[in-house]
């Protein structure tokens, strides 16, 4: 079982639609989770940041954590074109700053 | 504020040469680590540089390995290059004095074995 995993199916919505996406994790030692913005040949940029269980918004952005479950999400709501891009979940264990990344969610915002 | 740079942007590479990537961290950072992104796939860790040394390893051979200068940038090199070694390699920076775990890429290099 991989540590972090994350469907890599591409996802297509209308604009003004609301992205979902998860991932789901095996190692319980994880306490740092993130979401990483990947557009086509560049580098991760850092979309959110959370910290244990619980719910962060940004903007259209919301981020979820179910350390019970294992279980992160990402919700992007009214959707932009800019937005198409791969969604990387990637996550690390206290003091640890080794991060466990997601295969990646590549979505596509069709205007 | 010059976020974290990467040179070169791109290079070919034929089997069995070596390649030297460079790493300038994000101003104030004192951490930097590297990741190796295959096409398709989310980054895998290769090892963390922290006060001039390895700090922590991913599960790479020893062919990689890597540096870290007095000015916190950082060289990662690869030796007998092998077809697989094919993939983006992204530097991200950190700060280890601030207790979290946020890291900030640079826009990595492209290499590609031939």
């Known amino acids: 079982q991989k540590e972090v995993e994350q469907d890599p199916g591409p996802l297509s919505v209308p604009e003004g639609a609301i992205v979902s996406l998860n991932c789901t994790y095996s190692?319980?030692?994880?306490?740092?989770f993130m979401w990483y913005r990947q557009y086509s040949r560049k580098g991760p940029e850092l979309l959110m940041y959370?910290?244990?269980?619980g719910n962060k918004e940004d903007g259209r952005f919301t981020a979820q954590v179910d350390k019970s479950s294992k279980y992160i999400s990402l919700f992007i709501r009214d959707s932009q074109p800019s937005d198409s891009a791969t969604y990387l979940c990637?996550?690390?264990?206290?003091?640890?700053?080794?991060?466990?990344f997601g295969k990646g969610n590549q979505v596509v915002v069709i205007p | 504020d010059a976020g974290v740079t990467q040179s070169p942007t791109h290079l070919i590479k034929t089997r069995g040469q070596q390649v030297t990537l460079r790493c300038s961290p994000k101003?104030?950072?004192?951490?930097v680590s590297w990741y190796q992104q295959a096409l398709g796939q989310g980054p895998q860790f290769i090892f963390q540089?922290?006060?001039?040394?390895?700090?922590q390893r991913g599960n790479f051979p020893d062919r990689f390995s890597g540096h870290q200068f007095p000015n916190y940038s950082s060289e990662l090199n690869v030796n007998a290059l092998l077809l697989g070694d094919s993939a983006l390699y992204l530097c991200?920076?950190?700060?280890?004095?601030?207790?979290?775990?946020?890291?900030?890429f640079g826009p990595g290099t492209r290499l590609l074995v031939l």
């Open positions: 991200a920076s950190s700060l280890t004095a601030q207790g979290q775990e946020t890291q900030y």
């Open positions: 190692n319980s030692a994880f306490q740092y």
């Open positions: 959370t910290y244990s269980s």
């Open positions: 990637a996550m690390s264990a206290n003091g640890n700053n080794r991060l466990a």
């Open positions: 101003s104030g950072h004192d951490t």
């Open positions: 540089y922290y006060e001039e040394e390895e700090r």
